[in-house]
């Protein structure tokens, strides 16, 4: 025995509709993923903390003095990642239709991120170890599991109503 139900209900038909264009563009709600991605590094930054809010280990006392020390930059800071500004400034996001992503294209910002052993990448051709010293891991960008949850809302209720 076959059972065959048809349902002509215009109501649903266009819901359903509304929702696959929604599904198909979501740029309105990627843009404002971005924008929060990139407000939550910049707090990070400012407080010196991961994107779970716990602290960066501090500069070790080498690192603080070489920064006070050296005449490359007189207004070096003491602050960790904010040496001159470069990292800090060079952090770019952007969205499109169904992504939203924020990084750096400075070649040493895997090395904040990650952290280093000292000789990691190598020696100098004075045969001194690259990096000089262990470099611990300092994540400037990254998604914690509330914020996975939250933007996966944001998504849910884009595609099913149209809203942020």
């Known amino acids: 025995m076959k059972v065959t139900a048809q349902i002509n209900d215009e109501a649903?038909?266009?819901m359903?509709?509304?929702?696959?264009?929604?599904?198909?563009?979501?740029?309105?709600?990627?843009?404002?993923?971005?924008?929060?991605?990139?407000?939550?590094?910049?707090?990070?930054?400012?407080?010196?903390q991961d994107?779970?809010?716990k602290p960066w280990k501090p500069l070790s006392p080498v690192t603080?003095?070489?920064?006070?020390?050296?005449?490359?930059?007189p207004t070096s800071s003491t602050r960790i990642l904010e040496d001159?500004?470069?990292?800090r400034a060079s952090f770019a996001s952007k969205s499109d239709h169904n992504s939203a992503q924020i990084g750096t294209n400075v070649k040493y910002a895997p090395t904040q991120?990650?952290?280093?052993?000292k000789g990691q990448y190598g020696r100098t051709k004075n045969?001194?170890?690259?990096?000089?010293?262990?470099i611990p891991a300092r994540?400037?960008?990254?998604?914690?599991?509330?914020?996975?949850?939250?933007?996966l809302r944001r998504i849910n209720k884009w595609i099913l109503k149209g809203e942020k």
């Open 84 to 87: 001159i500004g470069i990292l």
């Open 51 to 53: 994107p779970e809010g």
């Open 127 to 134: 045969g001194r170890p690259i990096p000089w010293g262990d």
């Open 16 to 48: 359903f509709k509304m929702q696959e264009a929604n599904a198909r563009n979501a740029a309105p709600v990627m843009k404002s993923i971005k924008q929060d991605m990139d407000t939550r590094r910049e707090i990070g930054a400012r407080l010196q």
């Open 139 to 151: 994540p400037m960008i990254g998604i914690t599991a509330k914020q996975r949850a939250g933007y």
């Open 64 to 73: 603080l003095n070489k920064r006070r020390t050296r005449k490359i930059s």
């Open 113 to 117: 991120q990650f952290g280093a052993k």
């Open 12 to 14: 649903l038909f266009k």
